[in-house]
């Protein structure tokens, strides 16, 4: 079954999403910061990420996107964050700054999320 | 209803057609009527607002904010005297009594023949060399009271101004210096956006003007909006008295600014970089404007800039009028949209709605020349100055009572007191860093660090010398305050007054311990519901006097 790893430092936003998931049968790994993130990226090699903008840095999630693919990580992203309500911005995905297949607002119903993760994997 | 001249709406009429009948226009319309016509008479600002469909008491708002905007009729020479602390200890009083004897006038008023205005300025950007004034746009440094009677015999007897500036900044050796021109651009250009803004944080530079904020975030959420134009704004509202580190790099390496602009821009997104000038450094326009007519010509400005197509990107001057203010960014950007210069709530931001709601980054002089220099020289080499949480070197502005007065690059980290073994600051009582809304540190502090983790400063340093009285220190600060106050938020209007009225009540030995304890709970206040940055620091200098030397301030004899 496909590998998700969730980056979030909100043990809540975790709990909930891995719980959510789960249950849909997705093998799920959390990381709490963009140092951890990359860190298990490259161990558990995920096939899609859920990330979370604002961590340790308010843009932390921007810019670990684009270390990722930097990297030749090429496996899908969901940018699952209240960046936009929190700092009063206004950003959304694309390719040169914003490097994600999802730009999703939290909070997010479950079934949504769900919908996501199975349409970016091809499920 | 006025009555109108028609010679008078034809004079306007060709200044507006200068430069657009737009809203962004309106300040340097009204600068140009002051400078031609010595005032801004009510009738100037009915035509202006006319043709600028406008209403009138919108030009009225403006032209009576701006402290090189309103007032009485001028003379052909203003003479602005620097107020602040620095020409104070270098003997602005015995020059202020010499200019009164000279001119025949007191400050605010305009000689009878119509030739000389005197006015009190409240900082030049010379603290290094003071006593200091302005003759128009030119300024004069270390002035005596015998140069004054020459200066004015000078201007009188050859009716021009045609008085040599005398500036000689005394300064250690700059990194800038060998900084190779254009390395930083070429590197920069030859990366994606993403990777231009990545290496920025990844250099973990922070601003250089004072709040320290983090250059690559400001650029990483300004980049990521999409918008049909954006703009990077270069912040030289150099006003914070007791700075004047971007007068050095402004005059001296214009060239690293615009690389750091041009960088910023093709970082961000932006099509247009704005740098704003402050009015006391008019000064160094004309070089500016060389420099970037220089840089279109090599094809560094304009089209498709450094060949990379699409990338079409230019840089105009813009003039401050004299407001204190325009220091904070959004109050800046109010400032360059034609509006008076007060601060913006926030949210929204800059990066998302700043200058006309577009998406814009203000940066400082010196944060941008270190752009260029993190392009040039790499991260590493940036990270091997300073400390883990303030990386890279900064110039400080070092004036007040030591023998060296001057621009100096030091490594963040460096303590209070080696900085002052550079400058021959022996036997100092105190320094102020980071100007007048910064803090008072007393001598047995002076291990501490200039770092943001200890000191954070946008870099001025002045010597407060054994012979001082701080509290004429804290009453020069909030006189600037209380001039300077955009006046739009009731603590920073209403706090520094009060303050300042404290402040001479201890001079007087009658200030109570319950008032003193109310003024310090007063300015807890202003630090935490003053609406700008710039107000909620204004206490800071009388917080910390009233702290660090309470048994010098607190026990003054009773007057009589």
Redesign the interface.
């Known amino acids: 079954m496909s590998k998700i790893l969730i980056v979030d430092d909100d043990p809540d936003i975790q709990e909930a999403c891995r719980l959510v998931l789960e249950k849909e049968g997705f093998t799920v790994g959390c990381a709490s910061n963009r140092a951890e993130g990359l860190r298990q990226v490259a161990e558990v090699k995920p096939d899609l990420l859920i990330l979370d903008v604002m961590m340790e840095e308010p843009d932390d999630g921007l810019t670990m996107a684009r270390e990722l693919r930097r990297g030749g990580f090429t496996q899908p992203i969901i940018m699952l964050t209240s960046v936009n309500a929190a700092m009063g911005i206004t950003i959304d995905r694309d390719d040169e700054m914003v490097p994600v297949e999802k730009f999703q607002s939290k909070p997010v119903e479950p079934a949504t999320l769900v919908a996501q993760v199975n349409e970016l994997l091809g499920l | 209803m006025l009555t109108i001249d028609s010679a008078i709406r034809d004079d306007i009429a060709a200044v507006v057609e200068r430069h657009g009948a737009e809203r962004t226009s309106l300040i340097p319309i009204l600068q140009d009527i002051k400078k031609e016509h010595r005032e801004i008479t009510d009738e100037a600002m009915q035509v202006v607002a006319d043709l600028l469909d406008i209403h009138p008491v919108e030009v009225y708002s403006v032209a009576t904010f701006y402290a090189f905007l309103h007032g009485a009729p001028e003379g052909r020479f203003v003479v602005r005297l620097c107020g602040t602390l620095a020409c104070d200890f270098a003997g602005k009083t015995a020059v202020a009594e010499a200019l009164r004897t000279a001119l025949g006038i007191e400050f605010g008023a305009t000689t009878d023949d119509g030739v000389f205005t005197l006015e009190w300025a409240s900082c030049v950007g010379m603290c290094d060399q003071g006593p200091a004034m302005l003759v128009n746009d030119k300024v004069l440094t270390r002035v005596t009271p015998a140069k004054v009677a020459e200066i004015v015999a000078e201007y009188r007897a050859k009716g021009a101004d045609e008085t040599r500036q005398d500036i000689v900044t005394a300064r250690n050796e700059l990194t800038y210096a060998g900084i190779e021109p254009d390395a930083g651009l070429k590197a920069a250009l030859a990366l ?4 231009i ?2 290496t920025v ?1 990844a250099a973990a530079l922070k601003g250089r003007g004072g709040a320290g904020f ?1 250059t ?2 400001k650029w ?2 300004c ?4 918008s049909a134009h954006k703009y990077i704004i270069c912040n030289a509202d150099e006003g914070e008295p007791g700075t004047f580190k971007d007068r050095v790099i402004l005059r001296d390496f214009p060239d690293l600014v615009f690389e750091g602009m041009t960088i910023g821009g093709r970082a961000i997104g932006a099509d247009m970089g704005i740098v704003y000038l402050r009015a006391e450094y008019a000064y160094l326009r004309a070089h500016l404007n060389e420099v970037i007519q220089r840089r279109r010509q090599a094809g560094l400005l304009g089209k498709n800039v450094g060949g990379i197509a699409g990338f079409d990107f230019d840089i105009v001057l813009a003039r401050g009028a004299g407001a204190y203010v325009c220091g904070e960014e959004t109050a800046l950007i109010e400032s360059l949209e034609g509006f008076r210069g007060e601060p913006r709530n ?4 800059p ?2 709605a700043g200058f006309l709601n577009h998406p814009t980054t203000v940066n400082n002089v010196e944060t941008l020349a270190s752009v260029a220099c993190i392009f040039a020289k790499g991260t590493d080499w940036f990270k091997s100055f300073g400390t883990d949480k303030s990386t890279g070197y900064k110039l400080f502005s070092i004036s007040g009572d030591c023998e060296k007065p001057g621009v100096y690059e030091f490594p963040w980290g460096i303590t209070v007191a080696d900085l002052l073994k550079e400058v021959g600051g022996a036997g100092a009582k105190a320094v102020q860093i980071g100007g007048a809304s910064g803090v008072c540190v007393p001598a047995a502090d002076f291990a501490r660090r200039l770092a943001f983790e200890d000191i954070p400063t946008g870099g001025s340093v002045m010597v407060i010398g054994a012979q001082r009285d701080l509290l004429d220190v804290a009453e020069n600060f909030l006189e600037f305050f209380v001039e300077e106050s955009c006046g739009q938020c009731n603590p920073c209007r209403l706090g520094n007054p009060k303050l300042l009225e404290g402040v001479e009540l201890l001079k007087q030995g009658t200030c109570s311990a319950e008032h003193l304890a109310d003024l310090k709970a007063l300015g807890a206040t202003m630090q935490v519901a003053a609406k700008c940055g710039l107000g909620q620091t204004s206490p800071s200098a009388f917080l910390s006097i009233v702290g660090a030397f309470a048994d010098d301030v607190t026990t003054r004899p009773q007057r009589a």
């Open positions: 994606s956006r993403g990777d803004v990545d944080s983090p690559g975030m990483n959420f980049a990521a909006e999409k926030r949210p929204p931001f990066a998302v």
